[in-house]
């Protein structure tokens, strides 16, 4: 199937950065979120980043503008109808997810190939609450989008090959590399990673270190570009703490048990980036260790 218009729902770090690759790679890009406030940090966030590639000369002005002019925003999830392929970019919640699907089934035309970027949740089941669980698929991007080179196809137990090809063939478009992943709660990125976030915050909470020396051990020990907990502010520790949830749930062992701090910080309010505040404080000039 040709795709050229593509709808995403939801605009925050991922959406947005979804839309940034697509609209460069030539697609036409409609972003939708609850928000009008999320709809306006995405375009500046797209806007930023596109033209921090003019100034690597990663790419041109021209490339620039165009992507740009490829990026609309509507509040209307309805609008996203006729788009060729949407992808659900929003917060990593079942309820949430399947609520948009059921609001947005009706709308789409019938060859329109639904996905998720899910980071752990179920394809088949959230498959099974629309009307077109074969043309669904776990389409899972990472973080930053602009920049990081793999996409996760997930297929659900009723995907069918078509479906699978042309998502492949938009990887392709796209300029990354696709890993393909059984549908298993958390898929294969985050069933490592995750796991390795949830032990630091232990190793945290147990006090074996605090989190400059945990991040430099792992930064500087294993040559990760970004510790641990770094890493862990930066995905956004509620999505940290709904992936844990799904592993330890859907596996059922309690060596996925989400670390009782790493709850508490989100309860408080405390998601890392996103909020200013994490394992690290970021309302200075530079980031401060909280711990
Ligand atoms: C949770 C999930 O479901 C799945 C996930 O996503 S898991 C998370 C996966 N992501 C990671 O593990 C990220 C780990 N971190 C990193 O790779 C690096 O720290 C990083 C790429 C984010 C930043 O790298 P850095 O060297 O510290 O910073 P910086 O020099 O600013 O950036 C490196 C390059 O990326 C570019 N860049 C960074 N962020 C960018 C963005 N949002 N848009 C466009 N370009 C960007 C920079 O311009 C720079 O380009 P050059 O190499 O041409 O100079
Ligand atoms: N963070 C990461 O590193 C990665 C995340 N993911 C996955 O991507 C998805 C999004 O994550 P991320 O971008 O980090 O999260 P963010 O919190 O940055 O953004 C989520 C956005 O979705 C919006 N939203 C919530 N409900 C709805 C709705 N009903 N309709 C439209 N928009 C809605 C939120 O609005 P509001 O703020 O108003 O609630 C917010 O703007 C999750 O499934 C996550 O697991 C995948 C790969 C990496």
Same mark, same amino acid.
């Given at each position: 199937?040709?795709?050229?218009?593509?709808?995403?729902?939801?605009?925050?770090?991922?959406?947005?950065?979804?839309?940034?690759?697509?609209?460069?790679?030539?697609?036409?890009?409609?972003?939708?979120?609850?928000?009008?406030?999320?709809?306006?940090?995405?375009?500046?966030?797209?806007?930023?980043?596109?033209?921090?590639?003019?100034?690597?000369?990663?790419?041109?002005?021209?490339?620039?503008?165009?992507?740009?002019?490829?990026?609309?925003?509507?509040?209307?999830?309805?609008?996203?109808?006729?788009?060729?392929?949407?992808?659900?970019?929003?917060?990593?919640?079942?309820?949430?997810?399947?609520?948009?699907?059921?609001?947005?089934?009706?709308?789409?035309?019938?060859?329109?190939?639904?996905?998720?970027?899910?980071?752990?949740?179920?394809?088949?089941?959230?498959?099974?609450?629309?009307?077109?669980?074969?043309?669904?698929?776990?389409?899972?991007?990472?973080?930053?989008?602009?920049?990081?080179?793999? &996409?996760?196809?997930?297929?659900?137990?009723? =995907?069918?090959?078509?479906?699978?090809?042309? !998502?492949?063939?938009? #990887? /392709? +478009?796209?300029?990354?590399?696709?890993?393909?992943?059984?549908?298993?709660?958390?898929?294969?990125?985050?069933?490592?990673?995750?796991?390795?976030?949830?032990?630091?915050?232990?190793?945290?909470?147990?006090?074996?270190?605090?989190?400059?020396?945990?991040?430099?051990?792992?930064?500087?020990?294993?040559?990760?570009?970004?510790?641990?907990?770094?890493?862990?502010?930066?995905?956004g520790l509620d999505?940290?703490?709904?992936?844990?949830? &799904?592993?330890?749930?859907?596996?059922?062992? =309690?060596?996925?048990?989400?670390?009782?701090? !790493?709850?508490?910080? #989100? /309860? +408080?309010?405390?998601?890392?980036?996103?909020?200013?505040?994490?394992?690290?404080d970021y309302r200075?000039?530079?980031?401060?260790?909280?711990?």
């Amino acid at each position: 199937m040709d795709i050229t218009r593509v709808g995403i729902v939801g605009a925050g770090q991922m959406g947005s950065g979804i839309a940034h690759v697509f609209a460069l790679a030539g697609y036409d890009i409609l972003l939708n979120d609850i928000d009008q406030t999320a709809l306006d940090k995405a375009i500046e966030t797209v806007t930023r980043n596109l033209d921090r590639q003019v100034s690597k000369e990663k790419i041109s002005q021209e490339e620039r503008d165009g992507a740009l002019g490829r990026i609309a925003t509507t509040l209307e999830l309805s609008d996203l109808g006729g788009m060729d392929l949407v992808i659900e970019a929003a917060t990593e919640r079942e309820a949430v997810k399947v609520a948009i699907f059921e609001e947005l089934v009706p709308h789409l035309k019938p060859e329109t190939i639904l996905t998720s970027n899910t980071s752990s949740i179920s394809i088949t089941r959230l498959a099974s609450r629309t009307d077109r669980p074969e043309k669904f698929m776990g389409f899972h991007f990472m973080n930053p989008v602009p920049v990081m080179q793999l &996409v996760e196809l997930i297929r659900g137990i009723a =995907t069918d090959e078509a479906t699978y090809k042309t !998502l492949l063939g938009v #990887v /392709e +478009a796209l300029g990354k590399t696709a890993a393909s992943s059984e549908d298993f709660p958390a898929f294969i990125v985050n069933r490592i990673l995750m796991p390795m976030i949830n032990e630091a915050v232990y190793t945290l909470y147990e006090g074996v270190g605090s989190v400059s020396s945990i991040d430099s051990a792992m930064r500087l020990g294993t040559n990760h570009p970004m510790g641990p907990l770094e890493l862990a502010d930066f995905i956004g520790l509620d999505t940290c703490l709904a992936i844990m949830n &799904v592993l330890h749930d859907g596996l059922a062992d =309690t060596k996925y048990r989400p670390c009782p701090l !790493l709850t508490k910080y #989100v /309860e +408080a309010g405390w998601l890392g980036r996103k909020t200013d505040r994490g394992f690290y404080d970021y309302r200075g000039d530079a980031p401060v260790p909280t711990r």
